[in-house]
Nanobody, 119 residues
């Protein structure tokens, strides 16, 4: 069973930075997608950033230029560097790993890490 563990959340002032980490319990292989979602109180979960195994990254408009997704495949780890944080970035952040299987794509989720941006 693949396990996904996020860390790095916390309380930060507006304008501050945090780096979230997502560690996967086994190799992601050569074909995968890594994604960060977030869910703010009372709102639906939204996709924040994604990275495919060919290195293509994508971000929602509200975080472009502030968030950067990167990976260390040797460590089965993906990072989300979040700069210039705003109060509206406050949410629980979830890492998602998707890999192809014989039955289609399989999704694995972490338990989430809380990010609070407040003065």
């Amino acid at each position: 069973q693949v396990q996904v563990v996020e860390s790095g959340g916390g309380l930060v002032q507006p304008g501050g930075s945090l780096r979230l980490s997502c560690v996967v319990s086994e190799s992601m292989g050569s074909n995968y997608a890594m994604r960060w979602y977030r869910q703010a109180p009372g709102k639906q979960r939204e996709l924040v950033a994604s990275m495919s195994s060919d290195g293509f990254t994508n971000y929602i408009a509200s975080v472009k230029g502030r968030f950067t997704l990167s990976g260390d495949i040797s460590k089965n780890t993906v990072y989300l560097q979040m700069n210039s944080l705003k109060p509206e970035d406050t949410a629980d952040y979830y890492c998602n790993v998707a890999r192809p299987t014989s039955d289609g794509w399989a999704d694995y989720w972490g338990q989430g890490t809380q990010v609070t941006v407040s003065s």
